[in-house]
């Protein structure tokens, strides 16, 4: 098992910035990605970012340019700074851990953030 805390959201301001943080604990070996992926109001959840174990990155469009994720190994953290906040950012973010050989996904508790115009 894989235990994921998300910290970090919060209400901010259209243009601000926050960081997202999430801990892994656990059966952490063989994690093959470690991403972000958000869920709005009425809306199916999708994914925002994610790394691999290699350290490849993949951003959604829409955050591109905008947000960056990044790991701490040491540390089994995985961060997502979110800059220049839009009001359509406004979500639950939930960090995700995968290990694709074994087709298991965990998930954090989520987080809030919402953007005000």
């Known amino acids: 098992q894989v235990q994921l805390v998300e910290s970090g959201g919060g209400l901010v301001q259209a243009g601000g910035s926050l960081r997202l943080s999430c801990a892994a604990s656990?059966?952490?070996?063989?994690?093959?990605?470690m991403g972000w992926y958000r869920q709005a109001p009425g809306k199916q959840r999708e994914l925002v970012a994610r790394?691999?174990?290699?350290?490849?990155?993949n951003y959604a469009d829409s955050v591109k340019g905008r947000f960056t994720i990044s790991t701490d190994n040491a540390k089994n953290t995985v961060y997502l700074q979110m800059n220049s906040l839009k009001p359509e950012d406004t979500a639950v973010y939930y960090c995700?851990?995968?290990?694709?050989?074994?087709?298991?996904?965990?998930w954090g508790q989520g987080t809030q953030v919402t953007v005000s115009s």
């Open positions: 656990g059966s952490t070996f063989s994690i093959n990605y």
């Open positions: 790394i691999s174990s290699n350290g490849s990155t």
């Open positions: 995700n851990a995968r290990k694709v050989a074994l087709t298991l996904d965990y």
